[in-house]
Nanobody, 130 residues
Framework: QVQLVESGGGLVQAGESLRLSCAAS????????MGWFRQAPGKEREFVAR????????YYADSVKGRFTISRDNAKNTVYLQMNSLKSEDTAVYYC???????????????????????WGQGTQVTISS
C-alpha cells in the first residue's frame, strides 16, 4: 500500500519557522519528483514547491520564494519543507505529493497543477498566529 505521511505541522507565531516532513512507503519514490501543496479554508489547493527526483532542480511559488526550501533524502524516502519567516497567510493544510510521470523539461506549468501528482498524503495543519 502506497503511503505518504506528513508531519511537523503546528501552531507558531508570525516570523517563526517550521519544518515539514513527508515519509513515503509502499513503493520507491526515489525516481519521482515530489511536491508540496497547501489548501486554506474556502480556497483551492495551491502549489507551494517541487523537487526533482535527484534534488537537482527545485521550483517555488512566488509567494514562498526566498522563505521556503524543499529538499529530499532518497535514502530515507523522505521529503522536507523548511518554512521560515512564516506569515499568517501561510496558514493552511499542507500536503505532499508524488509525481511519477516522465520529465517534461524545464519548468513546465504542468508541474504546478495538482492533477500532475498521482500520490497524496493526508495533510498536516500549519497555523500561523499574527
Amino acid at each position: 500500500q502506497v503511503q505518504l505521511v506528513e508531519s511537523g505541522g503546528g501552531l507558531v507565531q508570525a516570523g517563526e519557522s517550521l519544518r515539514l516532513s513527508c515519509a513515503a512507503s509502499g513503493r520507491t519514490f526515489s525516481r519521482d519528483a515530489m511536491g508540496w501543496f497547501r489548501q486554506a479554508p474556502g480556497k483551492e489547493r495551491e502549489f507551494v514547491a517541487r523537487i526533482s527526483w535527484s534534488g537537482g532542480a527545485t521550483y517555488y511559488a512566488d509567494s514562498v520564494k526566498g522563505r521556503f526550501t524543499i529538499s529530499r533524502d532518497n535514502a530515507k524516502n523522505t521529503v522536507y519543507l523548511q518554512m521560515n519567516s512564516l506569515k499568517s497567510e501561510d496558514t493552511a493544510v499542507y500536503y505532499c505529493a508524488a509525481d511519477p510521470r516522465p520529465y517534461l523539461g524545464g519548468s513546465s506549468t504542468a508541474y504546478y497543477s495538482p492533477k500532475r501528482y498521482d500520490y497524496w498524503g493526508q495533510g498536516t495543519q500549519v497555523t500561523i498566529s499574527s
